[in-house]
C-alpha cells in the first residue's frame, strides 16, 4: 500500500468489527495508518476486517475488549503503547441502542446504554489521552448521532448518551488543546447499515422524505469524514460536530 496522509501512525478504532467502524477501520488503513480494530464479542468479524486490511497491504491489529470496564481499557491501550509506542489516533465509535418508549424502558437498559455508549467514551479518552498529552500530539474523533441533535420517538436513552458526547467533546478539545490534541465529534444520520437495512418500507420511505439529498449515507461517507479530522486537515479543527447526515439537521 502506497504511503499516505496517515502513514506512520497508530489508531485505535472502538467497535471495529462491523458497520460505520469496519469502514472507518479500512479507510484509516487506506491512508496509511496502523490500526488496532477493538471489537467485544465478535471475533470472526473482527477477523474478517482484519483479513480485509491485510489483504490490501495495509496494516492492522486485533484487540478484543469492553469499552464500558477500565480494566480492560487500560489494559488494551497499555498493550498498544508497548507495541508501538505510541497512540496518535483515538476513535471512539463503539455504541449500542435499545430502542423503545421510555415507559417501557428499565433502568438497565438505561445503565447499558450509558455504559457503552458514554462512559466508554470517557474510558478510552482518559487512557488514550495520557500518552497523547505526553507525545504533544493526538487526534480523537467520537461517533455520536443526529438523534443526539434532533431526538427521536423510542430513543430517548439513546440519544441522552449520544448528546453526552457532544458536551463531553467540546470539554475535551478545551482541555487537550494546549498539547496539540484536536477532538471532535461526528454525528451521522441514516447510514446503510444492518440496521437501517431491516426498516420496513414504509419506515424507509418516511425517513428518505425527511432527507434533502433523498437517500441514506453509505459508510464510506461517514470514514471519509472521520479520516478527515484525524489527519493533517483537520489539524486547526477543534470542538466541532460534523453532521454527515443529508441534510436531516442543518
Not at 49 to 55: F, I, M, N, Q
Given at each position: 500500500m502506497a504511503a499516505g496522509p496517515l502513514t506512520d501512525r497508530v489508531a485505535l478504532v472502538t467497535g471495529g468489527s462491523r458497520g460505520i467502524g469496519r469502514e472507518i477501520v479500512l479507510c484509516l488503513a487506506r491512508q496509511g495508518a496502523r490500526v488496532v480494530i477493538n471489537y467485544r464479542e465478535n471475533r470472526e468479524a473482527a477477523e474478517g476486517?482484519?483479513?480485509?486490511?491485510?489483504?490490501e497491504d495495509g496494516l492492522a491489529e486485533m484487540a478484543p475488549f469492553d469499552v464500558a470496564r477500565q480494566d480492560e481499557v487500560e489494559e488494551a491501550v497499555k498493550g498498544v503503547i508497548d507495541r508501538h509506542e505510541k497512540v496518535d489516533i483515538l476513535i471512539n465509535n463503539a455504541g449500542m441502542t435499545i430502542d423503545g418508549l421510555l415507559v417501557r424502558q428499565s433502568a438497565n437498559d438505561w445503565d447499558r446504554i450509558i455504559d457503552v455508549n458514554l462512559r466508554g467514551v470517557f474510558h478510552c479518552t482518559r487512557a488514550a489521552s495520557r500518552r497523547m498529552i505526553r507525545q504533544r500530539y493526538g487526534r480523537i474523533v467520537n461517533l455520536t448521532s443526529v438523534a443526539g441533535q434532533m431526538g427521536?420517538?423510542?430513543q430517548s436513552v439513546y440519544a441522552a448518551s449520544k448528546a453526552g458526547i457532544v458536551g463531553f467533546t467540546k470539554s475535551m478539545a478545551r482541555e487537550l488543546a494546549p498539547r496539540g490534541i484536536t477532538v471532535n465529534a461526528v454525528a451521522p444520520g441514516f447510514i446503510e447499515t444492518e440496521m437501517t437495512a431491516s426498516l420496513n418500507?414504509?419506515?424507509r420511505s418516511r425517513y428518505l422524505g425527511a432527507i434533502p439529498l433523498a437517500r441514506f449515507g453509505g459508510g464510506d461517507d461517514v470514514a471519509l469524514t472521520v479520516a478527515f479530522l484525524?489527519?493533517?486537515g483537520g489539524g486547526y479543527i477543534t470542538g466541532q460536530t460534523i453532521g454527515v447526515n443529508g441534510g436531516l439537521y442543518m
Open positions: 476486517v482484519l483479513e480485509k486490511v491485510l489483504s427521536n420517538v423510542g418500507e414504509e419506515t484525524a489527519g493533517p
